[in-house]
């Protein structure tokens, strides 16, 4: 019905109405381009974000568990004391006895001592007492020495690992396997070194010293009432589920507890965690989506106002155009595209606006956004954004152009 | 009526328009009659407010009757809807404006191209067939130029351009040269009786006698009423060609001329303004 030369100047003219009027239409696109600028970016961070913390999660292990006390939601607090809830080496025994899901499991429980070399004394650094399992747990093996034995833990051994931050601050020679060192006032031997991986959670605890000994040697150093927590590993991701609970299962007859009781602890597989963050980020991603939706709103509405504008000041020339044949459906359709080609104009300068936030962002030193980066989905969806906030704001200034009547169009003014 | 025996391509009937401001009824025109046959060459007349605009606009489809009938070509637009009517403006009709109605910002040539942005097909070649019509009002050496680079007589004369483009059926031009000094305006009714020449029908309104002298024929209104139909011989408007005034010295204005012309005279004399409210 209409030809191409139609749309060739339809586009033509939407674009030297735009830069005719430049300002006018910055200011009017201004909405827009806020609107998709800061959705574009905040998309960016979280893309960022997100793969960032899978990366993490990754290297932690998909099939990893983690069981921590925990008192029962609204219980009373005499009822649960502290001390009847903390986990008890003899109940990581079970799950490592009992429970068939888990491969490897290991208590983990921090102590802060004194530690000396030579001349040189370090004050509370944390040792960590654990069982030889948390080598695969951990995903942590020696660079030189030797790991930890089912020995080591079964004799009480005085043996330590160390991590390179450890043999630095004691001054330690650069392969210190068979040195010395004083825990707490008693003598260890260096049996290893620890490689010191960089993945930790969200960058806490990067790079320290850290010292490791076997659990029934911290066992004795700790208090009588002392934390542990547990970290193990499934024989696979896919049978998290029900490895979470075996371990239940034997946490709870360990403990005693009937059906009907709440449980003390917690069990938490990482793929929990992973899914929990996914949910977040999906959610504040559809967050920043309603913004967008709200800003693209306000845009809209000035949208419409400059295209009332321009179909009041351009009365005339549509009469013209009428006048020497145009439809009212060319009408309309040159308006509509005209609060188009506008509101693209103003998601293109938004989008850029954006991705250009989204390198500044990568460049913050300890953001933990170096990830960064504007999806494409992201872009189609501004740029759809845009171009239907154009339709149903534009629609009400093109069928009022549409709509004029000729005559009364020419003799305007 | 004159020309019976040609086919006629306007043919109106009972024609009314009924302007409503306010309270009151404006009465533009009251049944006209009218037909013009192709290639003729008419003046529409009349002293201010006796519907001459308004029966162009009519005539043009720019506006619809309040009653009667309108058949252009043969078919009854009055019954049209308005994209039927949009089409009959892009290829039947062609139409001039005393002031011009050009776009500002886009040269000669986009301007007389413009009908062929809303063309129902056929817009290949729309340069050619631009530049072509150009070339036919005489403007070939300003295609390039914005109207506000050309002179008044050059604008309309783009103008007409755009309205010939399309080859319409008619060609109307309300006051073509109301905004022209008098030399530009001989070189512009030189133009239309030059594409009435070449084939084109042509209807133009004017005030002047000068101006209605280049036509056959003149149709007065009065009151939104044909007052009076006759070729321009007969037409008082014709004592300006030297033809008729060289008739007229020898054998005096036939009868029913000079009551006619009269009339005209009294009704200008007493009504001005057509008794209609400004
Ligand atoms: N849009 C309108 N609304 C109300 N009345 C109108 C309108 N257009 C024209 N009229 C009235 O209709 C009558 C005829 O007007 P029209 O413009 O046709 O006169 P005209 O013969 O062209 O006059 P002129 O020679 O001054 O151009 C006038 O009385 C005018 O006031
Ligand atoms: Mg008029």
């Not at chain 2, 058949?71 to 290829?91: F, I, K, P, T, Y």
């Amino acid at each position: 019905m209409l030809n191409p030369l139609f749309w060739l100047q339809a586009i033509s003219l939407a674009f030297s109405q735009i830069w005719a009027n430049k300002s006018r239409a910055f200011l009017t696109a201004l909405g827009i381009i806020v609107g998709v600028a800061s959705t574009t970016a905040v998309i960016a961070a979280l893309t960022g974000l997100k793969s960032k913390v899978l990366a993490e999660f990754e290297s932690v292990g998909a099939s990893k568990f983690f069981v921590f006390p925990d008192r029962p939601d609204n219980a009373p607090r005499n009822m649960y004391p502290w001390e009847k809830i903390l986990l008890k080496p003899a109940e990581v025994r079970a799950i490592r006895d009992e429970c068939t899901l888990v491969k490897a499991v290991t208590p983990i429980t921090e102590v802060g001592l004194d530690v000396e070399s030579g001349d040189k004394r370090i004050e509370g650094i944390t040792i960590a007492g654990i069982w030889p399992d948390w080598h695969m747990v951990q995903n942590r093996f020696v660079e030189e020495g030797r790991p930890f034995t089912s020995i080591d833990v079964d004799s009480e051994r005085q043996v330590c690992l160390i991590n390179g931050d450890a043999i630095k601050e004691l001054d330690l020679p650069a392969n210190p396997v068979g040195e010395a060192i004083l825990i707490g006032g008693r003598r260890f031997l260096v049996v290893g070194i620890v490689e010191t991986t960089q993945a930790r959670f969200f960058g806490m605890n990067t790079s320290s010293a850290e010292i490791f000994i076997p659990f029934s040697v911290a066992e004795k150093m700790q208090d009588r009432n002392f934390f542990m927590r547990i970290e193990g590993m499934f024989t696979s991701p896919d049978v998290a589920e029900q490895g979470e609970d075996e371990v239940r299962f034997v946490l709870r007859r360990m403990r005693g507890l009937a059906p009907s009781d709440p449980q003390t602890f917690q069990v938490a597989a990482i793929d929990k965690f992973i899914e929990q963050f996914k949910a977040l980020a999906t959610g504040i991603t559809a967050i920043a989506g309603g913004i967008v939706g709200i800003s693209l709103l306000v845009g809209g509405i000035g949208i419409m106002n400059i295209m009332l504008v321009s179909v009041s000041e351009r009365t005339r020339e549509i009469g013209l155009r009428k006048a020497v044949g145009a439809t009212p459906m060319a009408i309309l359709l040159q308006f509509l595209l005209e609060a188009v080609t506008l509101c693209l104009v103003g998601g293109f300068i938004g989008i850029a606006i954006g991705r250009l936030a989204a390198f500044g962002l990568t460049q913050i030193p300890g953001a933990q956004l170096e990830q960064a980066d504007v999806p494409f989905w992201a872009v189609v969806l501004s740029f759809a954004f845009s171009a239907v906030t154009g339709i149903v704001f534009g629609m009400f200034p093109a069928i009022k152009a549409a709509r004029l009547d000729p005559i009364e169009a020419l003799r305007h003014e | 009526m004159p020309d019976p025996g040609t086919t006629a391509i306007i043919e109106v009937r009972a024609l009314t328009k009924i302007y409503r401001v306010g309270v009151e009824t404006i009465h533009a025109l009251r049944g006209l009659d009218l037909s013009i046959a192709r290639n003729e060459m008419v003046a529409i007349m009349g002293s201010s407010g006796s519907g001459k605009s308004t029966l162009m606009n009519m005539l043009g489809c720019l506006d619809r009757p309040t009653s009667g009938a309108y058949h252009l070509n043969g078919r009854d637009v009055s019954r049209m809807n308005a994209r039927e009517l949009a089409n009959v403006r892009n290829e039947e009709i062609g139409f001039v404006f005393q002031s011009f109605e050009l776009l500002p910002r886009q040269t000669a040539l986009e301007n007389v191209e413009l009908p062929l942005v809303y063309a129902r097909g056929g817009w290949r070649g729309r340069r050619q067939r631009a530049l072509a019509a150009l070339d036919r009002v005489g403007l070939s050496k300003r295609v390039d130029h914005r109207p506000n680079q050309l002179s008044g007589g050059q604008r309309q004369r783009v103008a007409i351009a755009r309205a010939i483009l399309n080859n319409p059926s008619i060609l109307l031009a309300d006051e073509p040269t109301g905004n022209l000094d008098s030399q530009t305006t001989v070189e512009i009714l030189a133009l239309f009786r030059q594409l009435h020449a070449e084939g084109q029908t042509v209807v133009i309104v004017t005030h002047e006698d000068e101006v209605a002298a280049h036509c056959q024929r003149v149709v007065r209104l009065r009151d939104g009423r044909v007052l009076s139909d006759l070729p321009i011989a007969q037409d008082t408007a014709g004592r300006h060609l030297p033809a008729v005034r060289a008739a007229t010295a020898e054998v005096g204005v036939p009868a029913h001329a000079a009551a006619q012309a009269a009339a005209h005279t009294a009704a200008h004399a007493t009504e001005q303004g057509g008794g209609e409210t400004c």
